[in-house]
């Protein structure tokens, strides 16, 4: 159910030069499934209509009482929205409405033969976190799950040990980084995560695959996959602009 409510910023960490972690507590319930958004909603001064951006909850949802959400955002510099986001101080109300979007997971009911393949740039990664420890913590999903996150450099990992200490818990779990400006001390992958689909160890009929960045990255992992001769029936993605 989309509910319109407020919401307080509780925690503020930075991930990296110019992506944060934000924790809200919200007055109302607010329930949402994995790889879902939510809106803010801000009245500007002078402005007719009310600002609204749209960010992908990165929490685990539960379907118990929940009274908060994580979100990952980064910071553009110029942006309208997230420098008031970073500048704001712990307390700050802000207005919310959400759950939204078709963005979910699929195929994961008595299904283990079935490999979950999440495709990640940047911030994309904010909803494939929701999903993987959704997945993971809540559903005890069996059948392989595999996270290829493209950054541009070492430092610029987000959630790098959460991911690192999932995989060594769970073995169904692989974690694959590659990144588009590494310096020379980088041993792993390097160039964009469309580079790299065609090298996954996995059986790509039998795969559901979720796709989430910007624009122009989610569009040339689908030119891989039409490559590859996967279904779209067994995609999805969520483009952030
Ligand atoms: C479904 C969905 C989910 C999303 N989830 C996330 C998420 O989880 N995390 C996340 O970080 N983002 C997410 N986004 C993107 C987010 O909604 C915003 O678009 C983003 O945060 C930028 O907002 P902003 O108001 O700060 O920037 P905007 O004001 O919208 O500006 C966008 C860009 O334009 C540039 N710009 C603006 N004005 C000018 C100007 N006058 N001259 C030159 N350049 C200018 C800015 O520098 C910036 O790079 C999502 C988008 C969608 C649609």
């Known amino acids: 159910m989309v509910v319109k409510t407020k919401a307080t910023l509780v925690e503020k960490n930075q991930l990296s030069n110019d992506v944060y972690h934000f924790i809200f507590s919200t007055q109302d319930e607010f329930l949402y499934e994995a790889g879902q958004f939510l809106n803010f909603v801000v009245e500007k001064e002078n402005q007719e209509r009310p600002l609204r951006r749209a960010y992908s909850i990165t929490s685990t949802p539960s379907s118990s009482e929940i009274k908060f959400f994580e979100l990952c955002v ?4 110029y942006g ?21 979007g078709l963005f979910k997971l699929k195929n994961v009911d008595d299904s283990s033969n079935i490999t979950q393949v999440f495709i990640a740039a940047g911030t994309g990664i904010a909803p494939m976190r929701s999903f993987i420890k959704d997945l993971l913590l809540n559903k005890n999903y069996l059948g392989k799950i595999v996270l290829l996150f493209g950054v541009r450099t070492y430092q610029d990992i987000l959630y790098d040990e959460e991911f690192k200490e999932l995989s060594k818990k769970y073995p169904n779990f692989n974690y694959v ?4 400006r590494a310096d020379d001390s980088w041993a792993g992958l390097r160039g964009y995560v469309q580079d790299h689909i065609d090298d996954l160890e996995i059986n790509f009929v039998d795969s559901t695959f979720y796709i989430c960045g910007r624009t ?21 993605h969520e483009k952030f602009g």
């Open 80 to 100: 309208e929205f997230t420098p008031i986001l970073q500048q704001s101080e712990l307390g700050t109300q802000f207005n919310i409405m959400g759950p939204l």
């Open 177 to 180: 980084i590659t990144l588009s």
């Open 74 to 77: 980064k910071i553009e510099e």
């Open 216 to 236: 122009k990255m989610v569009d040339s992992v689908h030119e891989v996959l039409d490559s590859l001769n996967v279904v779209k029936e067994r995609r999805s």
